[in-house]
Structure formats: C-alpha cells, structure tokens
Nanobody
Framework: QVQLVESGGGLVQPGGSLRLSCAAS????????MGWFRQAPGNERDWVSC????????YYADSVKGRFTISRDNAKNTVYLEMNSLQPKNTAVYYC???????????????WGQGTQVTVSS
C-alpha cells in the first residue's frame, strides 16, 4: 500500500522557517517524482515544488523560488520541503504527492498525503 505522511507543520511568525517532511511507504521515493502542493483557505490547490526521479531535476513555483528547497533522504525514504522567509500568504495545508512517471508532470500526480497545516501569523 502506498502511503504518504506529511509532518512538520505548525505556527510560525512571518520571516520564520519550517521544514516539512513527507515520509513514504510502499514505494521508494528515489524511483519517482515527489511534489509538494498547498491549499490556502478559499483557494485552489497549487503546485509548489517537485523533485524528479533520481533527483535529476528540481522545480519550483515562481512564488517560492529562492525561499523553498525540496530535497530527499533516500535512506529514510523521505522528502523534505525547507521553507524560509515565510509570510502570511504562505499559510496553507501542504501536501506531498507522487508522480510515478518520475518526471514532475503535474497531471501525473496520483498519490497524496493527508497534508500538514502551516500557519504564518504574528
């Protein structure tokens, strides 16, 4: 059974940082693309970042370039999203997902975690 479990969310002040984790089971994350998405209150679910199979490429939404970093620890079968310089507009539920094609094609994400809440507020 493929499972993704996000963790690391919480309350942070503007300008602060968080590191989200996505622990995978049932498959090896290095073999596939792993992406992060978020859904803010009243908004659609938006793509944030993706790391392709084998780590050959990383991709970021323009809104987070230079502030967020996606990575993975293959030994732990876990994908991370380091988020810096957080602002209230970044408040959202953050989800990780798997693209089994391995190429970070948005339409190919088909396995999703339950999400972790990130709240940026003073």
């Amino acid at each position: 059974q493929v499972q993704l479990v996000e963790s690391g969310g919480g309350l942070v002040q503007p300008g602060g940082s968080l590191r989200l984790s996505c622990a995978a089971s049932g498959f090896t994350v290095d073999y596939y693309a792993m992406g992060w998405f978020r859904q803010a209150p009243g908004n659609e679910r938006d793509w944030v970042s993706c790391i392709s199979s084998g780590g050959v490429g990383t991709y970021y939404a323009d809104s987070v370039k230079g502030r967020f970093t996606i990575s993975r620890d293959n030994a732990k079968n876990t994908v991370y999203l380091e988020m810096n310089s957080l602002q209230p507009k970044n408040t959202a539920v953050y989800y990780c997902a798997t693209d089994f094609s391995g190429t970070c094609l948005l339409e190919d994400f088909e396995s999703w975690g339950q999400g972790t809440q990130v709240t940026v507020s003073s």
